[in-house]
């Protein structure tokens, strides 16, 4: 049997392009707890439009990826710190505060890419998350970023120039 994804789970109406499940055009990247219980890990084998230099992977789509999981790692560390099931309400919902990508090696195409992500420790509403991009064995690239918790409607007005 196959766990659902937190994105399934939380947000099944998601249009994000990276991890959105109701985007026609996305990648439906799909995060869940490890074993562990302190991982979260993704699976995303890139498609041949995702090449940057011949038989390697797009730097950009290695972002886009640490982007999203690290993101769903943030949102599922505050649910099960606050001893929440993902997507109970009111929902938590994170945006990205800062992204730090370190290209380690060059990622190869046709290769499975694992993402392995963990909250580094959080202070208030931002939490550091660590995501580890592994192409088979062989770790490729290293995210360092902050993950910032946030009211969705306020940030939906705040882009709209809509003041609370």
Known sequence: MHTPSLQ???????????????????LHI??????????VIAEHLPEAQYSGWPDLVYGGLIAMLVDCHSNWTAMAYHYR????EPGS????????????IKFIKPTPMGVTLTLRARVE?????????????YAGDVLTALGDSVFVRVDTRQLSDSAHGRER
């Open 8 to 26: 399934d789970i939380t947000a099944p109406e998601g249009i994000c392009y990276g991890c959105g499940g109701s985007n026609p055009h996305g």
């Open 30 to 39: 799909k995060s869940r707890w490890d074993a562990d219980g302190i991982h």
């Open 81 to 84: 710190n606050e001893q929440r």
């Open 89 to 100: 309400l009111p929902r938590i919902d994170c945006v990205t505060g800062n992204l730090g």
């Open 121 to 133: 420790g959080d202070v208030g509403r931002k939490s550091r998350v660590v995501c580890e991009v």
